[in-house]
Nanobody
Framework: QVQLVESGGGLVQPGGSLTLSCAAS????????MGWYRQGPGGQRELVAF???????KYADSVKDRFTISRDNAKNTVYLHMNSLRPEDTAVYYCNVACFILGIKNYWGQGTQITVSS
């Protein structure tokens, strides 16, 4: 099992910045990537950014040039640095860890609320 602990959500004004962090622990020897998804009010969960162990980082078009994903592999932690936040970024943000165990298995954080409002 993999345990994920998220932190860093909250209320921010439009144009502001926030950084989310997610620390992974447990059975992470088969980890192949870490990332972030979000689910807005009444919407489906969607990819925000994903950083595989190797290969290209993937961003949602709506956050390119505003959000940056990074990892500290020594700490098994993934970060999401968010700039120029917009009201439409309001959502619950979920940390995601993908592991390969006879196939890809996804683990999810508890979710953290981000509200962008004046």
């Amino acid at each position: 099992q993999v345990q994920l602990v998220e932190s860093g959500g909250g209320l921010v004004q439009p144009g502001g910045s926030l950084t989310l962090s997610c620390a992974a622990s447990g059975s992470i020897s088969t980890l192949i990537g870490m990332g972030w998804y979000r689910q807005g009010p009444g919407g489906q969960r969607e990819l925000v950014a994903f950083m595989p162990n190797s290969g290209n980082i993937k961003y949602a078009d709506s956050v390119k040039d505003r959000f940056t994903i990074s990892r500290d592999n020594a700490k098994n932690t993934v970060y999401l640095h968010m700039n120029s936040l917009r009201p439409e970024d309001t959502a619950v943000y979920y940390c995601n860890v993908a592991c390969f165990i006879l196939g890809i298995k996804n683990y999810w954080g508890q979710g953290t609320q981000i509200t962008v409002s004046s």
